[in-house]
């Protein structure tokens, strides 16, 4: 069997996706642990933050204006990459130039603009002659179209092993580059909206767009901070009048948040359907961009977040395991209904990967994050919210004893065998010491906040929820031990009849798509 879609290939020995290639045969083929390779999590945003200030987001008739496009921005400035994509009927090509001066030039007039924006369209212009380029427009890829779940699971039924279904699926559904383009230019329009009347103000995504452990669609969170200069000029006499020093109570972050709710929903160009979400214990602006299709979440007082994000990007670098891990346990928790996209008394995915990880520290893969803080150093010293952020940041030259013998499919199966045997009722789960203690307070599930210790992140799982979880990885763990397969977790739940209904059709479709 040999399936094409998009630019990913899968056949029965090879699997492509984005550059990434590997010989699936059964053995695992996930890279070696190279942390002497590390690109620190801040220069990974920061070099984001640069490929988004000279790129901008053309809205063009249809694919076949990207050739046009292409001229058009070739001759006023270095045109690096192009990526078409669709958001329903619409077409869209992200172009990055070369730099960002020259592509100011080309992007607008600035005397005729009411909001300066990285989203653009691209009119019909007078009709000549083109010279026809050799134009990179790649890679090709369509957002809308992506491979489908369907298309997923066909991938792994003709997989030859867990270990190959494994990275099938960890393959096809991350976030792509153009998915993390497309949302640190969502993150660069907020601050252009904003630098007017606050030059310093920064947006710095945070959550599952940048802790690797995101999925293609997923959401961007943002938090919005200003970026002052940690450089104290004490020789300067005169100093700006401020109305603002840093701090706001709850009151004037609400108003704060209605107002840049307001700015959003009346200027900001692709901007739609924004929700103001100001009782929440963390206040929050939702919104979507047309031009994209990435839902936005903005706070403004969440730094602790964005470390925490830092912290999840740490340990995927520390066990390659663990995103493969990730990805496969929050397609079975989604399949099996264990998650759902609205937030309620259910488990987040946020949750579910600290499960993992803490699975993972048990094993002796991660270290516990007490280590982690042990190890900083002096330019590691960071405090959010008066919570202290400082852990080791450089994982370059860092030695940690890991054991890392065991296979990504054998790890699955532990995991559910761990978590079907856990004691939920009595036992608290802490990824500070990587150990299990006892409870703090009656929570039907309690896992200590990594980094605000006070808090249990699954607050709101019930009880019925985590009973429904030990007997999901009870169900998936006899699945495994009978099958080896990754898609018959998918309908391991006898209460999810829905799922198994789905599956059944699917592999019906699978086999008749494999026998002729
Ligand atoms: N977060 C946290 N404590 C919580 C919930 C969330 O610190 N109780 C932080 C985490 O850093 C998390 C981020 O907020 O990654 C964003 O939360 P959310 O959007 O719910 O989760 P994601 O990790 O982004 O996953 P998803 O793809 O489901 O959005
Ligand atoms: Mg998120």
Avoid at 101 to 124: C, G, M, Q, Y
Avoid at 490 to 510: D, G, H, N, T
């Amino acid at each position: 069997a040999n399936i094409t879609f998009d630019n990913v290939i899968y056949s029965s020995n090879n699997f492509s996706k984005n550059g990434y290639s590997t010989n699936i045969s059964g053995k695992e083929t996930i890279p070696d642990n190279k942390t002497a390779q590390f690109i620190k999590f801040d220069d990974m945003i920061e070099e984001g933050r640069k490929v988004a200030q000279r790129s901008y987001v053309v809205q063009v008739n249809s694919e076949n204006s990207c050739i046009e496009l292409h001229d058009y921005c070739q001759s006023i400035c270095t045109v690096e990459n192009m990526f078409y994509y669709r958001v329903k009927d619409d077409h869209f090509v992200l172009v990055e130039f070369s730099n960002s001066e020259a592509a100011h030039k080309l992007s607008f007039d600035p005397n005729n603009l009411a909001v300066v924006s990285p989203f653009i369209w691209f009119r019909t212009g007078k009709k000549k002659k083109l010279v026809p380029s050799s134009v990179n427009v790649s890679p090709l890829i369509n957002i809308s179209q992506g491979p489908t779940e369907l298309e997923i699971i066909e991938w792994m039924t003709v997989a030859q092993s867990l270990l190959d279904e494994m990275e099938i699926l960890y393959q096809s559904t991350k976030l792509s580059q153009l998915g993390f383009k497309l949302r640190m230019i969502c993150a660069r329009q907020v601050e252009m909206m904003l630098s007017g009347l606050f030059p310093n103000i920064r947006a710095f995504p945070f959550g599952s767009t940048v802790n690797s452990f995101g999925k293609e669609g997923c959401d961007l969170d943002l938090v919005l901070r200003y970026n002052f200069s940690q450089e104290n000029s004490d020789d300067l006499r005169l100093v700006h009048h401020s109305k603002i020093n840093g701090i706001s109570s709850r009151g004037q972050t609400q108003r704060q948040m209605e107002l840049l709710g307001d700015l959003l929903q009346i200027y900001v160009p692709g901007v739609i359907g924004v929700k103001r979400i100001l009782g929440a214990r963390v206040p929050i602006i939702k919104y979507s961009h047309e031009f994209t299709g990435v839902d936005v979440d903005i706070s403004l007082t969440n730094m602790s977040a964005m470390y925490m994000s830092e912290l999840l990007y740490i340990f995927a670098h520390l066990d390659p395991a663990a995103q493969r891990l990730v990805f496969s346990i929050k397609a079975w928790a989604k399949v099996v209904g264990l998650t759902n996209p609205s937030p309620g008394r259910w488990i987040t995915n946020f949750s579910l990967t600290l499960l993992v990880l803490f699975y993972l520290q048990n094993e002796r893969r991660l270290p516990s994050i007490d280590d982690l803080f042990k190890l900083a150093g002096p330019n590691d010293t960071r405090y959010a919210e008066e919570i202290n952020c400082s852990f080791i940041r450089d994982l370059r030259n860092v030695r940690l004893e890991l054991d890392h013998s065991k296979t990504t499919a054998e790890l699955l199966l532990g995991f559910f065998n761990f978590y079907q045997n856990f004691d939920f009722n009595n036992k608290a789960i802490s990824l500070c010491s990587a150990k299990i203690i006892n409870k703090l307070d009656y929570s039907p599930m309690y896992i200590v906040n990594p980094l605000d210790r006070n808090l249990n992140v699954t607050k709101n799982v019930s009880l019925e929820e985590v009973e429904r979880i030990r007997v999901e990885a009870r169900n998936a763990a006899w699945a495994l031990e009978t099958s080896s397969r990754l898609v018959d977790l998918f309908r391991s739940s006898p209460e999810s009849l829905m799922s198994k209904r789905k599956y059944i059709s699917r592999m019906v479709m699978v086999k008749d798509l494999f026998q002729t």
